[in-house]
């Protein structure tokens, strides 16, 4: 992976000084995964440039506590070596610390000048795509030229992978500028190869001191950096706000969603799951699917339940499952409350016979997340192949996005949601896929009622017709 920084500063070889590596020399320093090469492709007084190369080792990333498990090659098989994700972001930490800390022994006047920087990576990974490149770099004041790279240019219909080339340009002093790429870079990623642990917090405390308060997005930047654990992202937002003056629970519409039930302060995610348990025991459901079941929130709630009998939760991620296990403590319960619940790693977008026969299934919040065009893959696969008796399907009302003030117009809730609904789409879509699986269809909503524009989330109860 390959990260170069450019100055046009006069004398632009100043740059030297201020990162604390000689331009005529090229130096190598070990870091946790490999090696990081520090060497200047340019170095005159008009332009100087720093690339930064991390070569990888594979070895030292199988051994690693953070390697992926999500499939039996994931050790091997990745793109950590060429994409400037988590791996970057530990080499800038490490090689060029001093400059990060704003210090400069023989030239400390450097420190404080503003200089005209450019920084170019040719593999960025961007979940989210370029929006979420402006909605991080932009309000800082950073330029951004970024393009897709395409999944293979040999076949253009198969469309972009989610990686980008970039080009950000910004006029700032080196350290602050280190500083947002050191927190920005694995953020756009969404994923860290390394386990984190409780000082994550102070080192992005650390970081984004001075611009991390008061950036728009700190919400989706805490919560992506800290993996999204969310002891680590309550206790980073009230320390952030501590420091800004601000109440804790306005930085955090990106970890949850707002409460909205003022009286007893209850959130939306709360809420909802009950209303779904509401739904199951109205449909006299025992045996229960938990598709899209995540860290295991609502499985809790069912397994709190005795007349659920038999859970099934399914995700696609193995993270997402590993979570699950230890919140639920499973190797904790007695026998007979742990042979009710199973996990498994299933795609929903994939049919699976396995699924069949259980009374309902749970779709709380998961279709948004999912494509539209792999929508009807979803639907066959648990409409036609499950087709249990009844069917839960929550997700966002588009609509009532306006009622929180924390999300910014033309914003999705989540970083990751494909698409939001109005309730008119939502009635649409259910109907459809209603007529098709010959189910019948009634809506609730979850939350409080708003006369203009609904409740927050919107349910579908789908009921199988008898033949």
């Known amino acids: ?142 330029r951004i030229d970024a393009s897709p790279v395409p999944l293979d240019p040999a076949f253009p219909e198969w469309g972009d992978s989610r990686y980008v080339t970039v080009r950000l340009s910004t006029t700032a002093r080196l350290a602050e500028a280190l500083r947002q790429l050191y927190v920005l870079l694995p953020v756009l990623d969404g994923v860290k190869h390394y386990w984190i642990s409780e000082d994550e917090i102070d080192k992005l405390l650390r970081a984004g001191e001075g611009w991390l308060s008061e950036h728009p997005e700190r919400e989706l930047i805490t919560t992506r950096y800290l993996k999204h654990r969310k002891g680590f992202v309550h206790s980073a937002l009230a320390r952030l706000a501590d420091a800004d003056g601000v109440d804790a629970e306005e930085l955090d519409n990106a970890l949850d969603e707002p409460a909205v039930a003022p009286e007893r302060q209850e959130p939306l995610t709360a809420l909802r799951r009950r209303a779904v348990v509401s739904a199951l025991r109205e449909a006299g459901a025992a045996r229960v699917l938990d598709l899209g079941c995540g860290g295991g929130a609502l499985l809790a709630d069912l397994l709190a339940e005795p007349s659920f009998t038999e859970i099934l939760g399914v995700d696609v991620s193995a993270r997402a499952l590993e979570v699950a296990e230890r919140s639920l403590h499973l190797d904790r319960l007695s026998d007979r409350v742990r042979e009710r619940i199973t996990l498994r790693q299933s795609a929903l977008t994939y049919a699976d016979p396995s699924l069949a026969g259980f009374d309902a299934a749970v779709l709380m919040e998961v279709i948004e997340h999912v494509d539209e065009s792999r929508l009807g893959a979803l639907e066959h696969s648990v409409f036609a192949v499950a087709r249990p008796a009844t069917v839960l399907v929550t997700t966002p009302n588009s609509e009532y996005n306006v009622r929180f003030e924390s999300l910014p117009a033309g914003h999705f809730r989540h970083s990751d949601h494909r698409f939001e609904w109005t309730r008119a789409q939502f009635h649409e879509w259910a109907e459809t896929v209603a007529a098709q699986h010959d189910y019948a269809v009634r809506y609730t909503g979850v939350g409080p009622d708003d006369a203009e524009v609904g409740t927050p989330t919107q349910m579908a109860v789908f009921t199988r017709k008898e033949s």
């Open 1 to 142: 992976m390959l990260l170069t920084l450019t100055t046009t500063h006069q004398p632009a070889t100043d740059l030297g000084y201020l990162l604390h590596k000689h331009p005529d020399r090229a130096q190598a320093f070990e870091i946790a995964a490999g090696t990081a090469h520090v060497f200047y492709p340019a170095a005159t007084d008009d332009e100087c440039t720093a690339a930064l190369l991390i070569d990888i080792d594979p070895i030292a990333l199988v051994r690693g506590k953070g390697r992926d498990r999500g499939f039996a090659l994931a050790q091997y098989v990745n793109d950590r070596p060429y994409a400037a994700g988590s791996m970057l972001a530990v080499a800038l930490g490490k090689v060029f610390r001093t400059a990060m800390g704003g210090r400069c022994k023989e030239r400390p006047e450097l420190v404080d000048t503003v200089l005209p920087l450019r920084v170019d990576i040719p593999a960025l990974p961007c979940r989210g795509g370029t929006r979420v490149l402006e909605r991080l770099f932009g309000p800082l004041g950073w």
